[in-house]
């Protein structure tokens, strides 16, 4: 007899039904429903951007009318006293003592020779240290003779080489001036013999303070209060 072969049943397919992402039950429904909720990138840069451009604004605004420290240099090197070169004056023939920074400057760049000299005035003789111009001397110094002596330049110019502001109100200031000069060769032998200009080294850094005040037309240098210029 032939058996029959049982064979089990094949159940049913049911195909799952798909979690939902929003659904209570999923593990991972909070975190879909948050990313549903973020700004785009483009919006988030946009935000970005504006708040950047608000403190830009802002802080043009606060420092709008403020002394800065390159209109506080343009006003101060546009006064007259900062474009006045000091001199030295020299007196040809008779010099007392030619290691003094004057004379020793000028021997030094080949504008004066010094001699001492037998002099006889009268009745008496002495040595005499005497100055006499080179041609180097003659040509070059011609421009700087007046009646009885000479005014003999030391520098060309003054430079500002740190300027330091306060603002202390919206209307005025104050800043500390830090400034140079541009020697000449002169001058260069000046500073190197220990020439003084003001009680300070003439190769030194010299400094005064100015006080500054703002009108409608803009801000104006009002006083020097210390220092020297």
């Not at 006293?81 to 030619?98: I, S």
């Not at 400057?105 to 008496?124: S, T």
């Amino acid at each position: 007899m032939k058996e029959d072969t049982l064979v089990p049943p094949i159940p049913a397919f049911v195909p799952s039904r798909p979690s939902s992402t929003l659904g209570p039950s999923s593990p991972h429904d909070g975190v879909a429903h948050r990313a549903s909720r973020r700004r785009p990138a483009s919006g988030r840069a946009r935000s970005s951007l504006s708040s950047t451009f608000l403190f830009a604004a802002a802080v043009l605004l606060t420092a709008c009318g403020r002394l800065s420290s390159a209109e506080a240099t343009r006003l101060v090197t546009a006064m007259e006293q900062f474009h006045r070169m000091p001199t030295e004056t020299f007196y040809e023939l008779a010099v007392q003592y030619p290691d003094q920074p004057v004379p020793a400057a000028l021997r030094d760049v080949g504008l004066i020779d010094i001699k001492r000299e037998w002099i006889r005035q009268g009745f008496a003789s002495h040595y005499e240290n005497r100055a006499h111009l080179t041609s180097a001397g003659r040509t070059r110094m011609a421009a700087w003779k007046g009646a009885y002596n000479y005014a003999i330049p030391m520098a060309t110019k003054r430079r500002v080489v740190k300027m330091s502001v306060a603002n202390l109100t919206d209307a005025t200031a104050e800043a500390n001036v830090v400034w140079v000069f541009e020697l000449n060769d002169i001058g260069e032998q000046l500073a190197r013999h220990g020439y003084q200009w003001g009680g300070e080294k003439l190769d030194a850094q010299h400094a005064f303070t100015a006080r500054f005040k703002k009108y409608d037309d803009g801000w104006r240098v009002e006083e020097l209060t210390s220092g020297v210029l």
